[in-house]
């Protein structure tokens, strides 16, 4: 793709070498496609040509599914739907939710970052009858052993994980 001879872009017309600016109040850089279930990327490739990034709207009947941010060669690292819902790692969210923030199993840290924490999703530890995704926190402070005085008033507790160590979290309701 490049400019045509009135100084648009023409497809065919080459490629754009160097810098490309646009200068206005409100800049725009607009892409279209050309079908109803066109997706618009920008991609983003090292000098080799390996893509090390890129953005995409994926769309199907001229409605926006979701806009994915995906670095390397990966799809969907953080996806928006046009509801609010963030997704790390997935585009699927459930119909009903807005402005949620979903994060897919992933892989756990081999360690600890300083002044960090990491959370993230993974599968239970088989604490319960299945081992489906909970919360998984890694943080630099160690878990308190302080005995509490009365366990028994505890009714609920979910699984979560912490520093690669599978505890049952217990919930006081107020």
């Known amino acids: 793709m490049g400019f045509g001879s009135g ?38 490739k090292s000098g080799d040509g390996t893509q090390i990034a890129n953005f995409r709207c994926d769309a199907t009947s001229n409605t926006l599914n979701h806009f994915v941010m995906s670095a390397g060669s990966g799809e969907d690292d953080l996806a928006i739907s046009p509801t609010g819902n963030v997704g790390i790692g997935t585009t699927t969210f459930d119909g009903t939710a807005a402005g949620v923030l979903t994060i897919k199993n992933g892989t756990s840290p081999a360690a600890l970052t300083a002044d960090q924490i990491y959370i993230g999703s993974k599968d239970s530890a088989g604490t319960g009858t299945d081992t489906k995704a909970t919360l998984e926190i890694w943080t630099e402070e160690a878990i308190d052993s302080t005995a509490l005085a009365d366990v028994a008033t505890l009714s609920k507790r979910i699984p979560i994980w912490h520093n690669g160590v599978c505890y049952w979290l217990y919930l006081d309701p107020v």
């Open 7 to 44: 100084g648009g872009f023409k497809p065919g017309a080459g490629d754009i070498k160097g810098n490309l600016t646009v200068t206005a109040e409100h800049p725009k850089l607009i892409f279209r496609a050309s079908d109803a279930n066109g997706d618009s990327m920008i991609l983003f």
